[in-house]
């Protein structure tokens, strides 16, 4: 009866245990992806292979959260946050946009303080028209990929973990009850600082990368995953992440954490400090980047504009009062009359 109650809970796994199954899943469908990219396309040269790895990975990462949500939570594959329903495209609009508008600002502030100058490229129509396209599937397939590994299916697992955690903490430590809501908001904390401290380490294989570029990388994980949590949904993080990369690789032609992009609508010229520019790194290495992921996690975490819908609502969580609760622990605002109105009518 005690192992029951250790690794079972309402007749499930418990939320712990399905994240650390999810783990090895997820590592194993990158390193499958890896070695069937090299194996099929070893002839297509490095960029065929890279992007050929990103689709094998997006399919095999999809079926590995397919198998979880099937078997172990028992809701459908949309629960992950991939669902075409509800706010999706509204979400996935808001986060090109915000992502759009960060990185534009960080060229903004390079050009107003002298340190980058921006010119239109000598590229043909054609040239504009080709890499155009294909670098955006290119980055749309990463930012998807990326999302899925450190907003997706363990992130999300370990969110719930933490938070019956902090619940529990409430029921059973005298003196808690009062701070019941911040009780439970520590457990996402904890699975946001976390994640976005993988999300930076690895990104530490790039090349001239330095410890602000690790320390920005792991920040700008914050915002992205306020913004699962804010929506229970991954389109406005994946909006946000693919126009971050697309417009500051191909748009402003700046290096992308420290690989530059094999065409780009303009050509920037960056010198000065490398502590503000990032120097060879990209944006993301410098401290201009730093004030505005921390200016975006702040809208983020306040913009009454972002919240969690009815239809996602009820893929993720369902009906039961218990994680209706776990729900509003981590999002912070409720829906308003005029927000669930303008929903449904967005519907219709």
Request: hydrophobic residues 55%; glycine residues 12%.
């Amino acid at each position: 009866m005690k192992a029951e109650r250790i690794f079972l809970a309402e007749g499930k796994l418990r939320p712990i245990w399905r994240f650390l199954l999810s783990i090895p899943m997820v590592l194993l469908a990158i390193v499958v992806a890896g070695a069937l990219a090299g194996f099929v396309f070893a002839g297509a040269g490095q960029r065929g292979a890279v992007f050929a790895a990103q689709l094998f990975a997006l399919g095999l990462l999809l079926a590995a959260f397919k198998l979880l949500t099937s078997l172990l939570d028992r809701r459908p594959l949309g629960s992950v946050g991939l669902a075409f329903c509800g706010r999706w495209y509204l979400e996935f609009g808001m986060g090109l946009g915000i992502g759009a508008l960060m990185i534009l600002s960080v060229g903004a502030l390079e050009q107003l303080l002298g340190m980058a100058h921006f010119t239109v490229s000598s590229a043909s129509p054609g040239q504009f028209a080709g890499w155009g396209v294909g670098l955006l599937v290119f980055l749309l397939v990463a930012a998807i990929d990326e999302e899925l590994i450190f907003r997706g299916y363990p992130f999300q697992r370990l969110v719930d973990a933490l938070g019956g955690a902090g619940r529990f903490l409430v029921g059973k430590v005298p003196g808690l009850a009062a701070f019941e809501r911040l009780a439970e908001a520590l457990g996402p904390a904890v699975a946001v600082a976390l994640f976005s401290g993988a999300f930076g380490l690895v990104h530490l294989r790039n090349p001239d990368h330095t410890w602000l570029s690790t320390l920005n990388t792991m920040l700008v994980g914050v915002p992205l995953a306020v913004a699962y949590l804010r929506t229970r949904a991954l389109w406005l993080p994946v909006g946000i992440h693919l126009a971050w990369n697309y417009v500051q690789g191909c748009g402003l032609g700046l290096p992308v954490s420290g690989i530059r992009m094999p065409f780009s609508f303009l050509r920037a010229e960056v010198g000065g400090s490398e502590l503000l520019t990032g120097g060879p790194y990209g944006p993301e290495g410098g401290l201009l980047a730093t004030a505005v992921i921390v200016a975006a996690t702040v809208y983020l975490s306040l913009s009454r504009s972002i919240y969690l819908s009815r239809e996602m609502r009820a893929l993720v969580f369902g009906p039961a009062p218990v994680a209706a609760s776990a729900a509003e622990a981590v999002v912070p605002r409720e829906v308003s009359t005029e927000q669930a109105n303008a929903d449904q009518l967005n519907l219709k």
